[in-house]
T-cell receptor, first 114, second 114 residues
Framework: AQSVAQPEDQVNVAEGNPLTVKCTYS??????LFWYVQYPNRGLQFLLK??????LVKGSYGFEAEFNKSQTSFHLKKPSALVSDSALYFC????????????FGSGTKLNVKP | EPEVTQTPSHQVTQMGQEVILRCVPI?????FYWYRQILGQKVEFLVS????????KSEIFDDQFSVERPDGSNFTLKIRSTKLEDSAMYFC????????????FGPGTRLTVL
């Protein structure tokens, strides 16, 4: 069965430090992978996606993610965190054989402290 | 930048009543989706819609649910007889294409069933 795991409910990091939000997936075949961010009382905003090609994907607001096929991971990273990055982050995967739906992780709350 | 919009932002209803949640997808998009997020839980796929028909639905999307695109702009989710467990945030999403394309999400409608 398709699934996405975000093992950390919460990540705390100081402003200016690098951040990592972890995501692992389990799908049949090769997946399409996405990261979304949710600010309070807002919908999910697209950050970046991996479809094919270079394993390092760059997205909005200075975020990037690395696709690691052997570890079935797609961790979200940023070299220098901002307080304004504090939000809920969702990893999502889409099966190439069934593109109709996303499978979402449970979300990770990122807290960036000044 | 074009956005997916949803109305109302919050809907309160009595158990057994019918509700209609409305969405206006991005204008040149062809694929439409509904997801829900029960408080504290992950985002769950409900249904996808293309070419005026349902292309896929989850086990959550039972006979109490229906979707419609009544005109060229709106996309609605109807729950015929609401139950307490239908209380959740409902997100509409749209995408231009299917397989590799990003889904863009609306801000959500919070449904509270009393």
């Amino acid at each position: 069965a398709q699934s996405v795991a975000q093992p950390e409910d919460q990540v705390n990091v100081a402003e200016g430090n690098p951040l990592t939000v972890k995501c692992t997936y389990s799908v049949s075949g090769n997946p399409y992978l996405f990261w979304y961010v949710q600010y309070p009382n807002r919908g999910l905003q697209f950050l970046l996606k991996y479809i094919t090609g270079d394993n390092l994907v760059k997205g909005s607001y200075g975020f990037e993610a690395e696709f690691n096929k052997s570890q079935t991971s797609f961790h979200l990273k940023k070299p220098s965190a901002l307080v304004s990055d504090s939000a809920l982050y969702f990893c999502a995967v889409r099966d190439r054989g069934n593109f109709n739906k996303f499978y979402f992780g449970s979300g990770t709350k990122l807290n960036v402290k000044p | 930048e074009p956005e997916v919009t949803q109305t109302p932002s919050h809907q309160v209803t009595q158990m057994g009543q019918e509700v209609i949640l409305r969405c206006v997808p991005i204008s040149n998009h062809l694929y439409f989706y509904w997801y829900r997020q029960i408080l504290g839980q992950k985002v769950e796929f409900l249904v996808s819609f293309y070419n005026n028909e349902i292309s896929e639905k989850s086990e959550i999307f039972d006979d109490q649910f229906s979707v419609e695109r009544p005109d060229g702009s709106n996309f609605t989710l109807k729950i015929r007889s609401t139950k307490l467990e239908d209380s959740a945030m409902y997100f509409c999403a749209s995408s231009a294409l299917a397989a590799t394309d990003t889904q863009y999400f609306g801000p959500g409608t919070r449904l509270t069933v009393l």
